[in-house]
C-alpha cells in the first residue's frame, strides 16, 4: 500500500518568510497528524485532525503556525513568519480511527532557518 | 498531559549481546505503547507495540515488557545485529477520539562490530 507522502522533502529559508508543507495520508485513515521533531528529540505533535476536525492543537504555536485539512484528506502547514527554532524535521503521520492504533509516519519535510 | 521518559539516552553493545531501553508514564490512563525505530534520515517505524492488557508480547529478537502498576515499560532486543543501530523511541498513548501519541526523547543504539 502507498506510505505518506510529504513534499518537499528539503528547505531552507531566511528567518521571517514562509513556507509551506503538504501531506497526503494512507488512503482511508481519517486521522492525520503533524510532528515537529527538532534534531535529537522525540516527535513532538503540533496539531492532530479527524477527517477536517481539529483534535488536537494545543502546542500548535499559533501566532505563526497554522494547519488545515480542508477536505478530509491532504492537509498543509503553513510557518509564517519562520524562526531559527522552528528548524526541525516536519513528520506528518496518519492511522485509522477503529482501534487499530498504529500511526504510520511520512518521510519528513527538513526545513533549516537561517 | 502525559510525559514520557525514556533511558538511557545512548547504548552501545557488541554484536550479539542483548540491549534494553526502559521508559516511563505519567498517565495511568494510558493503554497503548508503540515503540519506533528511526534509522538516519529516515521516518520512525513501528517495530512492537503493547496494550495495557497484556504484561509481555514478542516478536522474534524483539519483546516488550509493560508494567502498569509502576507505569513502566521496557524494550529488549536479544542477540544484536549492526542493523539494529538506530535511534528507538518509545510512546504512550490514550485510545479515545483516535488517538494522541506522546514520545519519549530517543535512544541512540550503536551496535558494535
Known amino acids: 500500500e502507498a506510505g505518506v507522502a510529504q513534499s518537499p522533502r528539503y528547505k531552507i529559508i531566511e528567518k521571517r518568510q514562509s513556507v509551506a508543507f503538504w501531506c497526503n495520508p494512507i488512503?482511508?485513515?481519517?486521522?492525520l497528524y503533524w510532528y515537529q521533531q527538532i534534531l535529537g528529540q522525540g516527535p513532538k505533535l503540533l496539531i492532530q485532525?479527524?477527517?477536517?476536525?481539529?483534535?488536537?492543537d494545543s502546542q500548535l504555536p499559533k501566532d505563526r503556525f497554522s494547519a488545515e485539512r480542508l477536505k478530509g484528506v491532504d492537509s498543509t502547514l503553513k510557518i509564517q513568519p519562520a524562526k531559527l527554532e522552528d528548524s526541525a524535521v516536519y513528520l506528518c503521520?496518519?492511522?485509522?480511527?477503529?482501534?487499530?492504533?498504529?500511526?504510520?509516519f511520512g518521510e519528513g519535510s527538513w526545513l533549516t532557518v537561517v | 498531559g502525559e510525559n514520557v521518559e525514556q533511558h538511557p539516552s545512548t547504548l552501545s553493545v557488541q554484536e550479539g549481546d542483548s540491549a534494553v531501553i526502559k521508559c516511563t508514564y505519567s498517565?495511568?490512563?494510558?493503554?497503548?505503547f508503540p515503540w519506533y525505530k528511526q534509522e538516519l534520515g529516515k521516518r520512525p517505524q513501528l517495530i512492537i507495540d503493547?496494550?495495557?492488557?497484556?504484561g509481555e508480547k514478542k516478536d522474534q529478537r524483539i519483546a516488550v515488557t509493560l508494567n502498569k502498576t509502576a507505569k513502566h515499560f521496557s524494550l529488549h532486543i536479544t542477540e544484536t545485529q549492526p542493523e539494529d543501530s538506530a535511534v528507538y523511541f518509545c510512546?504512550?498513548?490514550?485510545?479515545?477520539?483516535?488517538?494522541?501519541?506522546?514520545f519519549g526523547p530517543g535512544t541512540r543504539l550503536s551496535v558494535l562490530p
Open positions: 503493547i496494550r495495557s492488557n497484556v
Open positions: 488512503s482511508g485513515h481519517a486521522t
Open positions: 498517565d495511568s490512563a494510558s493503554n497503548y
Open positions: 510512546a504512550a498513548s490514550i485510545y479515545n477520539y483516535g488517538q494522541n501519541f506522546v
Open positions: 485532525f479527524q477527517n477536517n476536525g481539529v483534535v488536537d
Open positions: 503521520a496518519s492511522s485509522f480511527t477503529d482501534g487499530r492504533n498504529t500511526i504510520y
